[in-house]
């Protein structure tokens, strides 16, 4: 499998532009994660669902951000307008209900690094 | 909400030495899972402990879930270069309760090994 992939890797825009980042998670895992990390905040989660249901959204920082999983293998994370404030990486993360595994570990995609000018 | 407190933030070692680093909580978890982040990549799961009082290796790396279900310790044996990067504690809860399928982090530790 390739792994969770998030695209872009890097992205760069201006304040009050919209941002949509990109998530596939590993196929068959029934949860998916949204992180964003920071310096001074660490690794906040902002979002996460089970089976595309959203089931904790209270991480989101305001309403400018809003988090969609249309179907089982792809989700986004929106952010309008941007602010720099928002300047920070953010994962995605996916983990599965099969017992077969370790269960309850999370697969971090490799992050977009995002910075708001 | 739950917290995990992680220490120490941040460790100078010398190559060869141990390192020991380890999260305590105020909430009680069912599973303990310490992960590492390399530059420039996301968090990787290095061991997993699902019972209380258990003890895993992982080659240098040996984790303990603690008696209390509520902390938990990593150390690192003999420590090398690549073992350059942050660690994360993380706690989670049973499926079946509230917050399902979630992990709650610690705030990492960033470790760095001098040649």
């Known amino acids: 499998d390739a792994g969770v992939i998030q695209s872009p890797r890097h992205e760069v825009t201006e304040m009050g532009q919209e941002v949509t980042l990109r998530c596939k998670p590993i196929s068959g895992h029934d949860y998916l994660f949204w992180y964003r990390q920071t310096m001074m905040r660490g690794l906040e989660l902002l979002i996460y669902?089970?089976?595309?249901?959203?089931?904790?959204d209270s991480g989101m920082p305001e309403d400018r951000f809003s988090a969609k999983m249309p179907n089982a293998s792809f989700s986004t994370l929106k952010i309008q307008p941007s602010e720099p404030r928002d300047s920070a990486v953010y994962f995605c993360?996916?983990?599965?209900?099969?017992?077969?595994?370790?269960?309850?570990?999370?697969?971090f995609g490799p992050g977009t690094r995002l910075t708001v000018l | 909400g739950q917290q995990l407190n992680q220490s120490p933030q941040s460790m100078f070692i010398q190559e060869g030495e141990d390192v020991s680093m380890n999260c305590t909580s105020s909430s009680i978890f069912n599973t303990w899972l310490w992960y590492k982040q390399e530059p420039g990549e996301g968090p990787v799961l290095l061991i997993a402990?699902?019972?209380?009082?258990e003890l895993t290796s992982n080659g240098r790396l040996t984790a303990q879930f603690g008696i209390t279900r509520k902390d938990s310790f990593l150390n690192i044996s003999a420590s090398i270069p690549s073992d350059v990067g942050i660690y994360f504690c993380?706690?989670?809860?049973?499926?079946?309760?509230?917050?399902?399928?979630?992990?709650?982090f610690g705030d990492g530790t960033t470790l760095t090994v001098k040649p």
């Open positions: 669902f089970n089976n595309n249901v959203p089931i904790d």
């Open positions: 402990l699902y019972k209380a009082g």
């Open positions: 993360a996916s983990s599965s209900d099969d017992r077969e595994g370790p269960t309850d570990t999370q697969y």
């Open positions: 993380a706690g989670a809860t049973p499926r079946g309760g509230t917050n399902a399928g979630k992990s709650t």
